[in-house]
């Protein structure tokens, strides 16, 4: 069973920056396709940004198009999220996930590790 921790979560300004890491425990990191995803308050989980195992394709939400940006490191066992332009909108707490191999798709079933998430706010 895979563990995944996020960090780099934070208070930031609206039009900030941060960017946030997901590291994985274990081994086959590289067979397997990440995503990220968020929830706000009383809303449901969703659908920010994946990519496959090997880094080549991406995935994106409209809302953040343009100004998330996903990327990993297979060797580090790491996933990342560089935010910028950050809006209030944008607040919730972050979430990665293990997809499968290609699958980098919005679907929230088909992703079947979870980290514990880490928190964004975005406020003035």
């Known amino acids: 069973q895979v563990q995944l921790v996020e960090s780099g979560g934070g208070l930031v300004q609206p039009g900030g920056s941060l960017r946030l890491s997901c590291a994985a425990s274990?081994?086959?990191?590289?067979?397997?396709?990440m995503g990220w995803f968020r929830q706000a308050p009383g809303k449901e989980r969703e659908f920010v940004a994946a990519?496959?195992?090997?880094?080549?394709?991406?995935n994106y939400a409209d809302s953040v198009k343009g100004r998330f940006t996903i990327s990993r490191d297979n060797a580090k066992n790491t996933v990342y999220l560089q935010m910028i332009s950050l809006k209030p909108e944008d607040t919730a707490v972050y979430y990665c996930?293990?997809?499968?191999?290609?699958?980098?798709?919005?679907?929230?079933?088909?992703?079947?590790?979870w980290g514990q998430g880490t928190q964004v706010t975005v406020s003035s």
């Open positions: 274990g081994r086959s990191f590289n067979w397997y396709s």
């Open positions: 990519i496959t195992a090997s880094g080549g394709n991406t």
């Open positions: 996930a293990r997809g499968s191999r290609s699958y980098i798709g919005s679907s929230v079933a088909a992703y079947d590790s």
